[in-house]
């Protein structure tokens, strides 16, 4: 066996693709938000939203606390109360403002803001080019930890721009993007039962959470080649779904007489049309796009409603693990679920990337042998593997690169603001 020896050559290459990783990620962050005006910027609509700002200004702290101040002698922090403003959850860095009061910072302005990316960005550039010390993997992390967040910053401001009483458009939709597509049928697509390995595997970066990669029994199991659409949920509604108990879970039955939901996030009834709020303002809701913004126990009740159920983390991993990373991320500028399009045989299930996030029904748990990370860093992922459903495949908001097949995003059952959808399986 050949020992794998990485020359200097190596090391630099490696070194000079970081670099440019960091100079992309920060200036997409930057581009995202270009036209916002710093009162938009500042506002926050509910807990689990934070103000774009504080976005901007927490990615940067990432990496001035995890980066610049163990690697940079003697590094002085840009301000000495940025580390209680914009710290989010780590307990082992200190203490932090709470997460509901993010939007009663009228100070530091955006422009201040803005200047602390510029310092940061300096610095890490130095660092980048002349720190041969530098922990890699950490300036790995802040580059994908600021693409998570730059998906938080367009579903964030939605939210913000919809509880807004004139509710402004945050890009108005290209007219060339018009014309709605009509969704493929949906079918579904049988699964042997069998022993699979799922989790990170080999090169490229990954979230602790992904791994160990480990071995699951599958049993034989039916997925949907893709995501429900508006006009399945519209059926649902139309069913009188949100008022049959049968449907739901305990605690989703409970969430929908505390929250009167009956509709997903940002559907109203104007007659008998479906309207939405979207990032490019007001519109009919297209039956043929994905449902999108529904919470995990709508996702389950409509499950259940249609004879299926949700899939199982598992089962969607190995039905995505040989699928290209294709579909409407946020690059295609859409910012809204797009109707699937038939495929052919060979490129299905369909639109499991992008478009919509789907709702599993595993809770999000560690897997076998996870280890989070020593110190502060373990705070990243670890200390939230309880109460959370696991989703997968990403969203019109994500950025393509920072998907793969066995990424686990999680979040609460009850959260509709992130762009959770539904796709169906089966018991075969
Ligand atoms: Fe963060």
Same mark, same amino acid.
């Given at each position: 066996?050949?020992?794998?020896?990485?020359?200097?050559?190596?090391?630099?290459?490696?070194? !000079?693709?970081?670099?440019?990783?960091?100079?992309?990620?920060?200036?997409?962050?930057?581009?995202?938000?270009?036209?916002?005006?710093?009162?938009?910027?500042?506002?926050?609509?509910?807990?689990?939203? #934070?103000?774009?700002?504080?976005?901007?200004?927490?990615?940067?702290?990432?990496?001035?606390?995890?980066?610049?101040?163990?690697?940079?002698?003697?590094?002085?922090?840009?301000?000495?109360?940025?580390?209680?403003?914009?710290? #989010?959850?780590?307990?082992?860095?200190?203490?932090?403002?709470?997460?509901?009061?993010?939007?009663?910072?009228?100070?530091?302005?955006?422009?201040?803001?803005?200047?602390?990316?510029?310092?940061?960005?300096?610095?890490?550039?130095?660092?980048?080019?002349?720190?041969?010390?530098?922990?890699?993997?950490?300036?790995?992390?802040?580059?994908?930890?600021?693409?998570?967040?730059?998906?938080?910053?367009?579903?964030?401001?939605?939210?913000?721009? #919809?509880?807004?009483?004139?509710?402004?458009?945050?890009?108005? !939709?290209?007219?060339?993007?018009?014309?709605?597509?009509?969704?493929?049928?949906?079918?579904?697509?049988?699964?042997?039962?069998?022993?699979?390995?799922?989790?990170?595997?080999?090169?490229?970066?990954?979230?602790? *959470?992904?791994?160990?990669?480990?071995?699951? /029994?599958?049993?034989? /199991?039916?997925?949907?080649?893709?995501?429900?659409?508006?006009?399945?949920?519209?059926?649902?509604?139309?069913?009188?779904?949100?008022?049959?108990?049968?449907?739901?879970?305990?605690?989703?039955?409970?969430?929908?007489?505390?929250?009167?939901?009956?509709?997903?996030?940002?559907?109203?009834?104007?007659?008998?049309?479906?309207?939405?709020?979207?990032?490019?303002?007001?519109?009919?809701?297209?039956?043929?796009?994905?449902?999108?913004?529904?919470?995990?126990?709508?996702?389950?009740?409509?499950?259940?409603?249609?004879?299926?159920?949700?899939?199982?983390?598992?089962?969607?991993?190995?039905?995505?693990?040989?699928?290209?990373?294709?579909?409407?991320?946020?690059?295609?500028?859409?910012?809204?679920?797009?109707?699937?399009?038939?495929?052919?045989?060979?490129?299905?299930?369909?639109?499991?990337?992008?478009?919509?996030?789907?709702?599993?029904?595993?809770?999000?748990?560690?897997?076998?042998?996870?280890?989070?990370?020593?110190?502060?860093?373990?705070?990243? *992922?670890?200390?939230?593997?309880? *109460?959370?459903?696991?989703?997968?495949?990403?969203?019109?908001?994500?950025?393509?690169?920072?998907?793969?097949?066995?990424? !686990? *995003?999680?979040?609460?059952?009850?959260? !509709?603001?992130?762009?959770?959808?539904?796709?169906?399986?089966?018991?075969?």
């Amino acid at each position: 066996v050949r020992a794998r020896i990485r020359s200097s050559t190596d090391v630099d290459r490696d070194r !000079r693709d970081l670099a440019a990783l960091y100079e992309r990620t920060r200036s997409a962050t930057e581009q995202l938000c270009a036209a916002l005006s710093p009162e938009v910027c500042t506002a926050q609509s509910m807990p689990e939203a #934070s103000p774009v700002k504080w976005h901007l200004a927490h990615t940067s702290w990432f990496f001035e606390t995890f980066v610049l101040a163990p690697h940079v002698p003697g590094y002085q922090p840009f301000h000495p109360d940025f580390g209680y403003l914009f710290n #989010s959850y780590y307990n082992a860095i200190g203490e932090r403002i709470a997460r509901a009061e993010r939007g009663l910072l009228a100070r530091p302005t955006l422009e201040e803001v803005m200047s602390y990316r510029r310092h940061v960005d300096e610095r890490m550039r130095e660092c980048l080019a002349r720190t041969r010390a530098l922990d890699d993997a950490v300036v790995e992390l802040g580059c994908h930890h600021e693409q998570q967040h730059q998906e938080l910053i367009l579903t964030d401001v939605k939210h913000l721009l #919809s509880r807004d009483p004139l509710q402004p458009a945050f890009r108005a !939709r290209e007219a060339a993007r018009r014309a709605a597509r009509p969704a493929a049928r949906a079918e579904f697509i049988a699964y042997d039962e069998g022993l699979h390995e799922i989790g990170h595997a080999g090169e490229g970066f990954a979230f602790d *959470n992904e791994s160990p990669r480990h071995r699951v /029994f599958v049993h034989a /199991f039916e997925l949907a080649d893709r995501p429900v659409t508006a006009g399945e949920f519209v059926e649902f509604i139309t069913d009188h779904g949100y008022e049959r108990p049968e449907l739901w879970l305990s605690d989703g039955w409970d969430a929908v007489a505390l929250h009167g939901w009956r509709a997903p996030l940002y559907w109203e009834k104007d007659g008998d049309r479906w309207m939405q709020f979207t990032l490019a303002g007001l519109r009919d809701v297209d039956p043929d796009e994905p449902a999108c913004h529904v919470s995990y126990y709508e996702a389950d009740a409509f499950a259940r409603w249609a004879g299926a159920r949700l899939p199982r983390e598992a089962e969607w991993e190995i039905a995505a693990r040989d699928l290209p990373i294709e579909g409407h991320f946020v690059e295609s500028g859409e910012l809204h679920p797009c109707a699937t399009e038939a495929a052919s045989e060979r490129d299905r299930p369909r639109a499991m990337f992008g478009d919509v996030w789907e709702w599993t029904r595993s809770a999000y748990d560690a897997y076998p042998g996870y280890r989070p990370a020593e110190g502060a860093l373990g705070e990243y *992922n670890g200390k939230f593997m309880v *109460n959370q459903m696991v989703l997968r495949g990403g969203s019109c908001a994500s950025p393509r690169a920072h998907l793969r097949a066995s990424y !686990r *995003n999680f979040f609460h059952p009850h959260a !509709r603001w992130q762009f959770s959808g539904i796709r169906l399986a089966r018991d075969a």
